[in-house]
């Protein structure tokens, strides 16, 4: 009975056994197949890789879950399949874990961007059943398509989309395999800053991806204050090379020497063929590529040699990988392929797809319809889309994991160079990495090769200033900069350096806007931190392109930056307040030293004897002509008179000598050259007159006119610094010079130096130990005009740079400068070191200073009030002169002396040459020697001797007299 009431409930609980048996076995031995739609272009390069990979990447798929399912077991239940572990180093790597499914592929074409074309393409493959749409395509396409499937429900991988802004919020089923270009434009910008390349210039082509990267980068670099961007172009590369050729030139005339190149790699060849045909991919010039050329490195592949050098950007590939290795081998068998991150990317895509669909086991497929008169969505695509974002596995191309919203969580990019390592074929070749967590990583930068110098790191900027906008360090600091109290941005600075800056700008054609430090101070060294403040801290820090002020020259500046060459000199001065004073008795011989009041003295007495000497001893002179005569005139009287002086020895006049040679060498003009006449003729001179008196030899002449001139420079001198100390003596200053503050009998004045200024440097680092004390005992002052008011004050003497001094002197012509510069040193511009404009600015300001422009720019801001009161600047320089500064002036009295007597030697010959000949006197030796002996018999005779008496003397003559006339009858 028992058997018969159960015997129903048993039957049907064998039944149900059985099918439960049946279900598993099914289960584990059936696959369940899904279709995957590829979406692309015909006009994609990739189009022929691409449908080579589709079919190779589901083959790969199968063929692992084949394997894989004949080896597994039918009761392991789902739930004890491995899940997605958070280590990339545990995910699985590869479909074989998952049995159950098998994927077969559809592939829908469109033509070019046409809008009615994608709609077509996308509508077919959701009509035929797809659960995911992968494509390779750019953003404009995948926006297109994203518009059909969301609405559809159908989930969409774009692989290599990169537009910001294709996320939209009613774009909810989209999966982004590639980072966007926010992230590369970030990546762009970290290498930029590594080499420090500052100023660039943007070419992009003029569509969706060149477009969006392109403003992208833009905006990110505008956004950085230390970067610039020169230019940024858009060219359509669909109609030819004639819109190109007009953005290189744009780049050329921009002088950038980075040059960043955003556009698709069918395009590459061509701009960069053009940049080279214009010279811009030589020696400094860098060339940056992104990611679409540098994952298509095949369309470089034609002129190759001259792209050696190109850096880029592309999406990061772990090369190294079992998972790629694999792949490459594998699909490096079809034959024409080539690997790019693309077609990695893209077989993962399909791998991930086929991931998804063996865990979701309850999924039922795709009865979407894309039809005119029908449309239905997919009721489960949104839990497919969500099961797509949750995968995390390791691919042939990294390891993916995606966030909600089905974007990668990590950026990765890898730094390239494209060269030839040895023989091989010029290919990128990795540099460094960059994710957007780790940012940059440069860890093989020796090792890159540049357009033109392989070894050589461009600095990146250019050779000219055209076309260059500079920051420029200005400061207060009157009269050099002076800021308008009412002014536009673009013109608040007036003065002597935003005039030279200006002029500079026009003859250069650069830009510029001025910079002020926001401590106001030209910069000091800090010993402690190691930095300097100011407009020098701003210029070292890159807030600043040049200092474009008056910049005192020193050894300890020199160390940190590079100086233009000098646009004025300048120098230390000391400035005090007049008091009115008395003259001294003796003022008249302040301006010379003793010393050389006994020159003068010695030299009026040794020109008078030196006249005199030249006188007697030249055959043309007034003495030397009748010395000769007497001597060698052969006529009764004259020879009577030798006979006399011979026997009495005594001097004989020949003034009452009778028509002789005697008479006919006769002066008939002036005074004899006696030494009372020669005495007072260069005693004249130095009263500059010319005393009635004139030599008629040659050399008498010629060292009276030296004479003359070491007299109109003596009398000049006298003049000027007579003048001087009439001044001082008059506004009552007693302190001449710097030292003479250390040596004050009774204090009388204090002084002041501008704290840790360019003056108090110099005084301290002054080899003499008394400029040392100055600064010592100085009153540490804060500014020029705290300087000036204390000066005002009385009995204060500020001490600063000459410059400044002298535009201060206003107060009603009461302050003056004392004593003489001291310390020159000049004024410059600053530059960075080693700057590539140092040149430039030197040759201009070089032309400038010699055409007398500085000189006249300082009268232009000197004109101001009180402004007659600075012709007396200097007037200090009162020093009393001495013998060495009279040096120069001795040696041309000296000269003239030498000279002088040389000429006596010529006179003497040329006289020798006109004698008359006689009988024991004719060659030119016998009349010399009768000549010198004539005239050392006369500087016996007759120089030394004393006249007889009168009475005697007339009474020789007459007998001499009678003698002769009665010889005549």
Known sequence: YFIQSNLRMVIIMLQITVLLLLIMISDSEISHSYKVGLLISSNNSQLEAMEKLAPFSIQRFNANHTSHSNESSSLFPPSSLPSSPSSPASLPSSPASFPGVELSLSVAKYTGTSLPSIFRATCDLVNQGVVTVITPDGSNEVASAADILTSLKVPLIAVIATDPFIRRSNRTNMLLFAPSDEYQSRAILDLLTHFKWYEVAIIASNSNYGLNGGNSIHQRLTEERNFIVKVITFFDGVVGTESLNRSISLVE????????????????????????QMGLMGKGYVWIVTDDVTGNPHVLKKNAQKY?????????????????????SEFSILPGTHLNPALTMTHDAIQLTGNALAESRTLIESKAKCEYDEWEPWKEGTAFYEALTKQSFKGASGTWVFND???????????????????????????????????????????VEYLGAPLHRPLGLANSLNGRHLKLGMTANPPFAIRKTKCKIANCWEGICPDI??????????????????????????????????????????????????????????????????????????????????????????????????????????????????????????????????????????????????????????????????????????????????????????????GGVVPSSPSGRFILLSWWFFMLLILSMYTANLTAFMTLDKIGITVTSAKDLLIQDKKKYDWGIIKDSFVESLFRNNVDPDYKKLVEKAVELESVEEGIEMVKEGRFVFIDETPFLQYNLLDGCTIFPIGLEIQPFDYAFGLPKNSPFTELMDSELIKMRETGYFDELWKKWDKTPGAECKNNFNVGGDEVLGISS????????????????????VEIVVATILDESDEDHVTFCAKLHRRLSLMFEDMRTEWFRTSPKNSTYHELDDTIGSTVYLSAV
């Open 253 to 276: 005339r921009s002088l950038s020497r980075i040059i960043l190149l955003h556009c698709e790699g069918r395009y590459a060849d061509m701009a960069l063929s053009l940049g080279y």
């Open 308 to 328: 050696i050098g190109l850096l880029g950007i592309r999406f990061a590939v772990d090369k190294q990988s079992v998972e790629f290795q694999e792949f490459r």
């Open 405 to 447: 919203t089905g974007l990668v969580a990590e950026a990765k990019y890898e730094i390239v160079n494209f060269r030839a390592d040895g023989f091989e074929v010029p290919k990128f070749h990795e540099i460094g990495r960059w994710t957007s967590r780790a940012r940059m990583d440069v860890n093989n930068a020796r090792n």
């Open 501 to 690: 800056v200006h002029s500079l700008s026009e003859r250069l054609n650069f830009s510029y806007n001025f910079v002020q430090p926001l401590d106001g101070e030209f910069g000091w060294y800090d010993e402690e931190k190691e930095q300097w403040s100011g407009l020098i801290g701003d210029m070292l820090s890159g807030k600043t392109d040049m200092i474009s002020m008056d910049l005192s020259i020193g050894a300890q500046r020199k160390k940190y930056i590079d100086f233009t060459v000098a646009f004025m000199d300048s120098g230390i001065s000391l400035a005090v307040k007049g008091e009115y004073g008395k003259n001294s008795f003796y003022f008249f011989l302040s301006p010379f030293s003793n010393q050389v009041w006994a020159m003068i003295v010695t030299g009026v007495l040794v020109m008078g004897i030196c006249l005199n000497l030249l006188s007697k001893l030249s055959p043309f002179g007034s003495y030397g002509s009748k010395a000769h005569a007497r001597q060698v005139c052969k006529c009764t009287r004259c020879t009577k008179k030798r006979m006399l002086k011979k026997q009495l020895k005594i001097k004989l006049s020949d003034r009452f000598c009778s028509d002789c040679r005697v008479v006919r060498t006769q002066d008939k003009g002036g005074d004899p050259m006696t030494f009372y006449n020669t005495m007072w003729l260069a005693g004249a001179g130095l009263m500059g007159k010319p």
């Open 886 to 905: 009279l040096k120069g002036i001795i040696l041309v009295i000296v000269l003239g002396l030498g000279i002088s007597f040389l000429m006596l030697m």
